[in-house]
């Protein structure tokens, strides 16, 4: 029977929590608040639905290490230290300031030293779940604010080691500055031996259990990479959890960490719903009503503290304000991790039941605020207070591109020097093509300065920064960001400063093209639709279709999917012969069904009906320019021509009209 009943908890957990996500899923807010308020209603203190609880917290417990375990996975030792700048630079600012924050707070109302330490530390975690999810569910993972958040969360969750042992030796009154030292000591400890276990044991294990060819086997090994490290951890006072992000990073540097993941994705999605269920059941709805005042109060000191101090951690970092602005309000939250120091400080009596529910239902609030919270600086990206910041951080900025681009005319500016961008920059310079390089991270800037690249500290979202820029006498705007957001604002602002600019934009999903051909972009290159022509290429290249019909296939993709977008906002090469006269030019190929294949030049009466006019002719690889009106135009040839954009769609529509049209 009790197996029935534990059953019957399972089916009403997962039955209201599909229930109540579907609605938030419709209201376009985050699943895990709908779990969050699922646990809510079912808990003891909503409609009392859950008969056995401790069983719910144990799965939940599993839900979470596996949770844990995968973003171990999906971090690296070599991310790590792409973004180490981040990680202990603003990282390390947040969390200090934070807990100074939070215990200066603590002991001016009365507090325990010890307990007001302990408050610091739960209040500088953020949750590292709902922001990498909410940064997924937007594309956003690999854009400025993403990276910056991730560097932030990378460093908290390290700090949780050493926080954890500081906690149980505050609850055991021993001294705290001894306890800090053997906590560090500890934390260094655990770390090597992880990256001895990453580099040298693991992915040879991994690879013997490969090598079997068993699925089964593979799934195994896996699960128990991951119990004996949670376990061994635990053995020496770390949680289960974190045991499991540091058992996801030992598999990290393996080569077979992507299956891993795959393989234990369907577990963690099963389960770490329940954490949050697990989380809303032990929020005690009448506290709040009966403590609203105090609920409230450190609801808002626990969002604006952090938030602010959030803000001036990334700002230090010199990144841009509305960057800032994005980590701090999608970060000021009270985290998971938290709650697994607060279950071990209430265990040992270091709080008071009192204390521990406010905390608890404080930390739930703030977690449920976090999607609204985070749409605030969107709202705020040109608004007063930050046109102010930003006026203040971009002074020196705005120098020295005033002195760059006084002798740039008619130049190429690309936003972002990512491996777009620099490939950009490389093919230009190979060309001697002027160009200049806008980028937010100040490191990369120092060092491409170093090595003579003509790059700038600047947000290509600024208009400001984009007229000091040359942006008025630019030919091209290259956005190579992978930021949709700011994107977005740098369409937007770029064109509506330079009505004749040709605006390329780089985008992650066929989904955002109008949005970005309507804010003014001329091309939209989506990574999606192109990854997708470049996987059928090699496809059909693999059963050896003729390398002419791959060709004809994929020009036939892009014609369906492009063609309308290309007829919208023609981007064409635009010679400006003076400020009151422009001549576009392009090139045509001549297909051997054309009508004017076969023709001679005087024949053809292109220059007649279209307007247009033939600079050259490229022929087998050959550019002939002293030809006649009698030369006659082959199929195959490129012919190079002029003029106005009316005159070259003319000039379009004679050279693609096939012999078979006029026939009758």
């Known amino acids: ?15 209201i929590a599909a229930l109540v996500v579907f609605v938030f899923q419709k209201l376009r807010q985050s699943t895990i608040v709908g779990f969050l308020m699922t646990g809510i209603l079912v808990g003891p203190f909503g409609l009392s639905l859950i008969s056995d609880t401790e069983s719910v917290h144990l799965l939940a417990e599993i839900g979470v290490m596996l949770l844990l375990f995968s973003l171990g996975v999906e971090f690296s030792f070599k991310k790590l230290m792409k973004i180490r700048h981040i990680v202990f630079g603003a990282g390390s600012l947040q969390v200090s300031l934070t ?23 739960v209040v500088a975690l953020s949750s590292t779940a709902i922001v990498l999810k909410m940064l997924l569910e937007r594309g956003e993972i690999d854009s400025v604010q993403g990276r910056t958040s991730l560097g932030v969360l990378i460093f908290q969750d390290l700090c949780v080691i050493p926080m954890i ?59 128990w990479i991951l119990l004996s490290i949670a376990w061994g951890l635990a053995q020496f006072g770390f949680s289960l959890a974190l045991g499991a992000f540091l058992a996801g990073l030992t598999v990290s540097e393996s080569e077979h960490s992507q299956q891993i993941f795959v393989d234990m994705r369907p577990f963690r999605d099963g389960l770490n719903s329940l954490f949050f269920v697990s989380i809303g059941m032990l929020v005690d709805t009448s506290f709040i009503w009966s403590h609203v005042g105090a609920v409230l109060a450190t609801i808002g000191a626990v969002v604006v503290g952090k938030a602010m101090i959030l ?57 449920i605020l976090t999607p609204f919270l985070s749409r605030i600086p969107h709202k705020l990206a040109f608004g007063s207070f930050v046109s102010l910041v930003r006026r203040l951080e971009r002074r020196a900025s705005i120098r020295e591109l005033d002195r760059a681009s006084e002798s740039m005319q008619d130049h190429v500016l690309i936003c972002g020097f990512g491996v777009t961008g620099r490939n950009i920059a490389n093919v230009l310079k190979a060309n001697r093509i002027t160009y200049a390089i806008l980028e937010l991270n100040a490191r990369t800037v120092r060092e491409e300065r170093k090595e003579g690249e003509p790059i700038f500290f600047g947000d290509c979202t600024d208009p400001d920064i ?3 820029a040359g942006l008025a006498k630019a030919r091209v ?43 003014g972009a001329n091309e939209v290159i989506s990574e999606e639709f192109e990854t997708s022509i470049e ?62 294949s076969g023709c001679r030049i005087d024949e053809s009466r292109l220059r007649q009906k279209s307007g247009a006019l033939i600079l050259g002719i490229i022929r087998e690889g050959e550019t002939l320019t002293d030809f006649s009106p009698s030369t006659t135009i082959q199929g195959g040839d490129l012919l190079v021509m002029c003029g106005s954009k009316g005159q070259l769609k003319k000039a379009t529509e004679m050279v693609n009209s096939t012999q078979g049209d006029h026939q009758p």
Do not use: C
């Not at 040709?502 to 989904?511: D, F, G, H, P, S």
């Not at 009151?580 to 392009?586: A, M, N, S, V």
């Open 165 to 223: 042992v500081v906690v149980s030796a505050l609850a055991e009154g021993g001294p705290i500055w001894l306890a800090l030292a053997s906590a560090l000591g500890k934390a260094a400890l655990v770390l090597a031996v992880v990256f001895v276990l990453a580099r040298r044991v693991v992915p040879s294990v991994l690879q013997h259990v490969m090598e079997s060819r068993s699925k089964e086997l593979f799934v195994i090994a896996s699960l």
């Open 477 to 519: 705007l290259v956005i190579a960001i992978s930021d949709a957001f700011a994107t977005r604002l740098a369409v937007k602002s770029a064109r509506g400063l330079n009505a004749e600019l040709v605006i390329l934009a780089r985008n992650k999903y066929l989904a955002e093209i109008d949005t970005l051909l309507n804010l």
């Open 99 to 121: 807990v100074g924050a939070g215990l200066g707070v603590a002991v001016l109302l009365g507090l325990d030293f010890r307990v007001a330490l302990f408050l610091g530390f």
């Open 311 to 367: 803000i001036l951690a990334v700002w230090v970092m010199r990144l841009p304000v509305q960057v800032a602005l994005m980590v701090g309000f999608s970060m000021a939250q009270i985290g998971e991790f938290s709650f697994v120091l607060l279950e071990e400080a209430f265990k040992s009596s270091l709080v008071p039941p009192a204390l521990y529910q406010l905390i608890l239902s404080s930390a739930v609030v703030t977690m």
């Open 535 to 596: 996987l059928l290429a090699r496809t059909l290249r693999l059963y050896n279709f003729p390398r002419q019909l791959v060709a004809q296939e994929i020009k036939s993709i892009r014609d369906g999917r492009y063609r309308i977008f290309r007829d919208l906002h023609p981007t064409v090469p635009r010679l400006r012969l003076s400020t009151q006269l422009d001549i576009y030019t392009e090139t045509f190929k001549i297909e051997p069904d054309s009508v004017l």
């Open 1 to 15: 029977m009790e197996q029935a009943h534990y059953l019957k908890d399972l089916v009403v957990i997962y039955g």
């Open 466 to 468: 984009l007229i000091h």
